[in-house]
């Protein structure tokens, strides 16, 4: 079976640094994704890990634990523009996304 | 713009009724997905083709089929429409057959009366 863990909802400060977990257990494993979706809006890209370590794109980025099935996504010097769901997703013969968490910044 | 794109946008119809959803992939991508995602949930896998073949298939229910066309358009169908089935669907695609990174349409907003 297939089970991806991540935190409902999260608030956090225009400016400050936010750490989004991911937990997940699967059958198969190519990979772990992160994908930003404003709400209404389509999914888009943020980040893939398929090696354990951290992968670092501008103001985001994603580590990845494949011993502990161990994923975040942390955001850096948050804008009003970041709230949105952030989801989490794994690759296996297919991509499976969890709920995600739903991410408000304050001014 | 992520290059794929689906019709219509809204669509509302009658409990009972029949629906079919139109994906056209970005220029080059093979595989096309479909997921649901109703208020408040997560995005469900329903289906994957790969260049014309079903490759991947999640809790699609029996009353909802899908097919990818030689000029890899993909179509999804959605039968014996009930209250429930109201919901977001997303098409997105990719280059190879293997789950990475997905490009999603805008989607097709069913509401089900």
């Known amino acids: 079976g297939q089970n991806i863990d991540q935190p409902t909802e999260m608030t956090a400060t225009e400016g400050a640094i936010v750490q989004i977990n991911c937990t997940y257990q699967t059958s198969g494993f190519n990979g772990l994704f992160w994908y930003q979706q404003h709400a209404g809006e389509a999914p888009t890209f943020l980040s893939y890990?398929?090696?354990?370590g951290l992968e670092e794109k501008g103001r985001f980025s994603s580590f990845l634990s494949r011993s502990k099935g161990y994923s975040y996504l942390l955001l850096k010097e948050l804008q009003m523009k970041d709230s949105a769901s952030y989801l989490c997703a794994v690759g296996d013969d297919k991509l499976i996304f969890g709920t995600g968490t739903r991410l408000q910044v304050f001014p | 713009d992520s290059g794929v794109t689906q019709t219509p946008k809204h669509l509302i119809t009658a409990t009972g009724q029949r629906v079919t959803l139109r994906c056209s992939p970005r220029s080059g991508d093979l595989s096309v997905y479909w997921y649901q995602q109703s208020l408040d949930q997560g995005l469900q896998f329903l289906i994957q083709y790969y260049n014309g073949e079903e490759r991947a298939k999640g809790n699609i229910l029996e009353r909802f089929s899908a097919q990818q066309f030689p000029d890899l358009h993909s179509e999804l169908n959605l039968s014996s429409l009930e209250l429930g089935d109201s919901a977001l669907y997303f098409c997105?695609?990719?280059?190879?057959?293997?789950?990475?990174?997905?490009?999603f349409g805008e989607g097709s907003r069913l509401t089900v009366l």
């Open positions: 890990n398929v090696l354990d």
């Open positions: 997105a695609s990719s280059v190879g057959g293997s789950s990475g990174e997905l490009f």
